[in-house]
């Protein structure tokens, strides 16, 4: 109960700071990890659907409001949210399915989905009306950046596997 309230916002805002702050510094290419998106596939798969689509609407309304990501106000709130529904499908009901799932490259491959959903909603929407294909923005952005967070996402799988192994 605790980890709810004090734990996990104060996770949500030390990424934010390392969004803003570190972030920028490791693009490949104007391609940049999502550590906000993998927290919230965390969360999906730790505490749920629900746990999942409320931080990630407002973490993402947060990108939003503080001009991180896009000018259209809304836009990350909204891809953060049905991100982070759609990867509360992994949710397990049990403590060791969890931990089974976030220290196992399933946690990788579900991150890595939901980035890639997150991408198209992102850029199906933020292209509207530019010169730029929708094939090329998945081939360009959205393919290769949810293969960037799903390589980050290894950081924490390797460290639910060795703390939960055994």
Same mark, same amino acid.
């Given at each position: 109960?605790? $980890?709810?309230?004090?734990?996990? =916002?104060?996770?949500?805002?030390?990424?934010? /700071?390392?969004?803003?702050? %570190?972030? =920028?510094? &490791?693009? +490949?290419?104007? %391609?940049?990890?999502? !550590? #906000?998106?993998?927290?919230?596939?965390? &969360?999906?798969?730790?505490?749920?659907?629900?746990?999942?689509? #409320?931080?990630? *609407?407002? &973490?993402? +309304?947060? +990108?939003?409001?503080?001009?991180?990501? @896009?000018?259209? /106000?809304?836009? @990350?709130?909204?891809?953060?949210?049905? @991100?982070?529904? +759609?990867?509360?499908? *992994?949710?397990?009901?049990?403590?060791?399915?969890?931990?089974?799932? !976030?220290?196992?490259?399933?946690?990788?491959?579900?991150?890595?989905?939901?980035?890639?959903?997150?991408? #198209? %909603?992102?850029?199906? #929407?933020? /292209?509207?009306?530019?010169?730029?294909?929708? @094939?090329?923005?998945?081939? &360009?952005?959205?393919? =290769?950046?949810? /293969?960037?967070?799903?390589?980050?996402?290894?950081? =924490?799988?390797?460290? *639910?596997?060795? $703390?939960?192994?055994?």
């Amino acid at each position: 109960m605790i $980890r709810r309230f004090l734990f996990y =916002p104060a996770v949500a805002v030390a990424l934010l /700071l390392v969004h803003f702050l %570190i972030v =920028p510094h &490791l693009a +490949l290419a104007h %391609i940049v990890p999502d !550590l #906000i998106l993998v927290f919230v596939t965390y &969360l999906a798969v730790r505490e749920g659907r629900l746990t999942a689509t #409320i931080a990630g *609407f407002v &973490l993402g +309304l947060v +990108l939003d409001l503080t001009g991180g990501e @896009s000018s259209v /106000l809304g836009l @990350s709130a909204l891809a953060k949210s049905v @991100s982070g529904f +759609l990867a509360g499908l *992994f949710y397990g009901e049990s403590e060791g399915r969890i931990f089974q799932t !976030l220290g196992s490259y399933r946690f990788s491959v579900i991150v890595m989905g939901a980035s890639f959903i997150h991408n #198209i %909603i992102y850029f199906l #929407i933020y /292209l509207q009306g530019t010169d730029i294909s929708f @094939s090329d923005a998945v081939f &360009l952005y959205a393919v =290769p950046g949810a /293969l960037y967070c799903a390589l980050i996402s290894l950081l =924490p799988m390797f460290f *639910f596997s060795r $703390r939960y192994s055994g």
